[in-house]
């Protein structure tokens, strides 16, 4: 076991999966027999926390590394900082241009805006979408060239988008504005030339954040209609408590009416009785 993992902490299936890997690895490079991996294995998959999981591979390499063997690390990656500040990285760019000829080319996802891009569509289409990606710089150029072609630039609200390209029997749109930029957001910069084509930018809020959204509206209904529900309910012991008592009450005329017909009943009959013995 790597020594930056807490021998008693609780191991996810990823964990288990990843030691399954390299057991699969060392079986096919011959470090293992088949008894030993089958053994492993059943090992791995019924673990229960790191300490349990690093024997298996201790004495073997990482999965696609050469000796000396290195340990399986159960520590997680870091996770993308939060906020502007994490989304600038500086560095290169992981993709510096797209070209679409009769086709088409997306960029989107997780991927690192250059300082510059270029991007050529002829008879053809592409997507350059901004709301998932990091930034090499706190000013990007996107530059777009499009020929009776398209280029749809996709960012996000509270990003600042300055538009210079220049249009011949086509256009450069402009996006509406949503305020000011957020502090610390990045600049982009789209420029280039358009001929019988157009490069549009819209914003769009990201995937994850509509996903919340999304996610928020649908417990607002729920909650809405549990509200309903529980008003309906207490509606519905408010009139049932109020008919019990009504019907109560008229249980307690009619008894109050009936004992007093048997009363009168009873003393009609001892009157009766007194007269037939007067009589005898």
Avoid at 39 to 62: H, K, M, Q, V, W
């Amino acid at each position: 076991m790597s020594d930056d993992a807490a021998p008693d902490l609780r191991a996810s299936d990823a964990d288990r999966e990843r030691v399954a890997e390299v057991l699969r690895d060392a079986l096919a490079e011959g470090r293992l027999d088949m008894g030993e991996f089958e053994e492993r294995l059943e090992a791995a998959y019924t673990a229960r926390t790191y300490g349990e999981l690093a024997p298996l591979t201790r004495d073997l390499p990482a999965a696609g590394a050469a000796a000396p063997p290195v340990p399986v690390s159960f520590v997680k990656e870091p996770v993308r900082g939060t906020g502007w500040a994490g989304r600038i990285t500086g560095g290169e760019g992981s993709s510096t241009g797209a070209v679409a000829i009769l086709s088409g080319f997306e960029r989107k996802g997780r991927w690192t805006v250059p300082k510059r891009f270029s991007c050529f569509a002829f008879l053809g289409g592409g997507e350059v979408d901004l709301r998932d990606a990091d930034f090499a710089d706190r000013e990007v150029e996107i530059n777009c060239v499009a020929v009776m072609g398209g280029v749809q630039v996709i960012v996000e609200p509270g990003v600042e988008v300055v538009v210079r390209g220049i249009g011949v029997m086509g256009g450069f749109e402009h996006p509406r504005d949503d305020g000011p930029p957020e502090p610390g957001a990045p600049r982009v910069v789209i420029g280039g030339f358009a001929f019988w084509g157009g490069v549009g930018v819209e914003r769009k809020l990201p995937r994850a954040e509509r996903r919340r959204l999304k996610e928020q509206r649908r417990q607002e209904q729920l909650d809405r209609r549990a509200e309903r529900h529980e008003l309906h309910r207490a509606r519905h012991e408010e009139l049932y408590e109020r008919h019990r008592e009504r019907h109560e009450e008229r249980l307690g005329r009619q008894l109050e009416r009936h004992e007093e017909l048997f009363e009168r009943h009873r003393e009609r009959s001892a009157e009766r009785k007194r007269r037939r013995d007067r009589e005898y």
